[in-house]
């Protein structure tokens, strides 16, 4: 056993540990917050798994678009709207977590048998290191076109529906909205800057 | 084509000549430029700190830090060892965890974006094939440890701080990474290694920036968004915010965000000069230089001479681009949150589309002189 393969053997077991710990926490934690962290920790313990395959460029893509856009994006979400609220408590959870918990183990123990069963042929192909980033533009741009046009129509798609989500604009007439601020601000109420009592 | 000098392979022949095994001798090397290129990081920042008292002095016709050493050139080390030696304050009803790892989630990935700056032909810790790409998917971390800072610190103003940050950083991303693909394209590689070597063909004429003035002007207001330089510091926008996301960090917390502010202007500036100024290349070519003297390119004396001036050019560029950010910080006040939305969505982003349609055409028309 030499020092590169004992290295990327160590490396791989700690993330291994990293990723199943961490994605088992965002799913068990009570604190919302944290879940959201540990999924930017998962994301990154991901890329690194990327890295130790060779594909330094789908482990760069991972971080920018998992870590940089979809986690932050859940941060923005979390902390915008994070209400500290009393949930009313569910009848019958503890049987509804069984439930989860059984169905969540079932596709565990199917995962583990196909990746038993399956005839994997070992060592798998060389990677090709460097020469991945061409490789990947090649196909996105030859045999790969059509199914990463129809990706960029269902973002753009998503993100039109965003923008009228958003832009619901109640139509007030400008006068209205002015005349009712200065109302406001105004007329009405009259607040002495002293208090009666302190002037006698 | 000449290699330069390779310090590597003569370390690790020279440790292999004591007896050790090759991989050893790799093993050895590795920590060694990472830490090099940490302590210049390091220094970078107390230089530019320095810089900025100087200069912020000069702009305000005061003089500045002057007992310190010579012209108050100490004066950064006394900040750094008066943050050093201050009580570390986590307030009382704060998330003590994330509120630790915050600034180290902000600070790594900065550094680790170090390992892409050329310095030479192999004067850098590794020549990786997804080279500028690399930078710009680490500094897409940057925002969750502000977030996380903001958060956990259980106060108004840093969470409207840390929500800014990110904010910032998102939207001044997507033009920023628009502008460096234009250079890709041009350059056909995302290794800066290779996007510096394709700018000196013919001295400083051949430099990006004549090819691309506009991705040069995006690129900089991009980073300097990035940076939260003083257009652009809203996060921490005293009059309104305190201090941001920085609010409740007193010592070494506070100053790992300082570190990371300035080694991200230092870093930013190297990059300007490695995609749009020609990074290590002297104006005149080292080639027409050697020739003058007589002596082969391949001489230890020009091959030395060659990696030191190259060094000397990377961080004179990158430090006038300092000079540059540090009196627009100076002499320019703070645009609106919806102004620099504004300008980061509606001007930035659709110029810099242009940009790069404008720079694929005319790679296709004018193929010799913008990369075929």
Request: a neutral charge.
């Amino acid at each position: 056993m030499n020092i590169a393969y004992s290295t990327e053997l160590i490396c791989f077991l700690i993330l291994s540990a990293v990723i199943i710990s961490g994605s088992l926490a965002v799913v068990l934690l009570e604190n919302i917050v944290y879940s959201a962290f540990l999924l930017g920790g998962v994301f990154m313990a991901v890329a690194g798994l990327y890295l130790l395959l060779n594909a330094s460029f789908v482990a760069a893509a991972q971080i920018l678009v998992y870590v940089g856009a979809v986690n932050v994006l859940i941060l923005f979400a979390i902390m915008l709207v994070n209400k500290k609220e009393k949930l009313k408590p569910i009848e019958g959870l503890r049987t509804r977590k069984l439930i989860s918990g059984g169905v969540c183990g079932g596709l565990l123990i199917l995962l583990l048998r196909v990746s038993i069963i399956t005839q994997w042929n070992l060592p798998g192909p060389s990677s090709i290191g460097e020469e991945a980033t061409e490789r990947i533009g090649e196909h996105l741009f030859t045999d790969y076109l059509l199914p990463f046009e129809l990706a960029s129509i269902l973002l753009l798609m998503a993100m039109i529906g965003a923008i009228v989500l958003a832009r619901r604009d109640v139509s007030i007439p400008r006068d209205d909205i002015n005349n009712n601020n200065n109302k406001k601000s105004l007329s009405d109420k009259k607040i002495p800057l002293l208090s009666e009592n302190s002037l006698k | 084509m000449n290699s330069g000098i390779d310090l590597e392979m003569s370390f690790t022949q020279g440790v292999q000549n004591l007896g050790l095994s090759h991989e050893l001798a790799h093993l050895l090397w590795i920590p060694l430029p990472m830490l090099l290129v940490l302590v210049s990081a390091v220094i970078g920042v107390l230089v530019t700190v320095w810089l900025e008292r100087k200069i912020s002095a000069a702009a305000q016709q005061r003089i500045g830090p002057e007992y310190a050493g010579a012209l108050g050139i100490l004066q950064p080390m006394a900040d750094g060892l008066k943050l050093l030696v201050k009580e570390d304050i986590i307030p009382a009803r704060a998330d003590s965890v994330l509120f630790t790892v915050g600034p180290i989630l902000v600070l790594v990935p900065v550094i680790l974006s170090w390992l892409i700056v050329p310095f030479g032909q192999n004067l850098l810790i590794s020549n990786v094939g997804i080279g500028i790409f690399l930078w710009i998917a680490l500094s897409s971390i940057q925002p969750i440890g502000l977030l996380m800072s903001g958060y956990s610190s259980n106060n108004k103003y840093s969470l409207l701080g840390g929500l800014r940050a990110a904010a910032q950083s998102i939207s001044y991303e997507i033009p920023l990474a628009l502008a460096v693909l234009a250079i890709v394209m041009m350059s056909n590689s995302l290794s800066t290694v290779d996007i510096v070597e394709q700018q000196n063909t013919a001295g400083f004429l051949s430099w990006n920036i004549w090819r691309q003035p506009v991705g040069f002007i995006i690129f900089w207001i991009c980073a300097l968004a990035e940076c939260e330089r003083l257009p652009f510091d809203l996060p921490e926008a005293e009059e309104e915010l305190v201090a941001g996301y920085q609010t409740e960090y007193a010592g070494m917390k506070f100053a790992l965000f300082y570190l990371a502010g300035y080694i991200n202007l230092v870093l930013s500036a190297l990059l300007v000069s490695v995609l749009y100024l020609g990074g290590w290349g002297f104006p005149i070519s080292i080639d027409w230089f050697s020739s003058l003297i007589g002596l082969s390119i391949d001489n230890p004396l020009v091959q030395i001479m060659a990696g030191s001036i190259g060094i000397v050019m990377t961080i004179l560029k990158a430090y006038l681009l300092v000079f540059l950010a540090i009196l627009l910080r100076w002499t320019t006040p703070r645009v609106r949150i919806d102004q620099l939305l504004d300008l980061g969505w509606k001007f930035l982003l659709p110029i810099s589309l242009v940009n790069l349609l404008v720079t694929a055409s005319l790679k296709l028309a004018f193929p010799m002189t913008f990369g075929g």
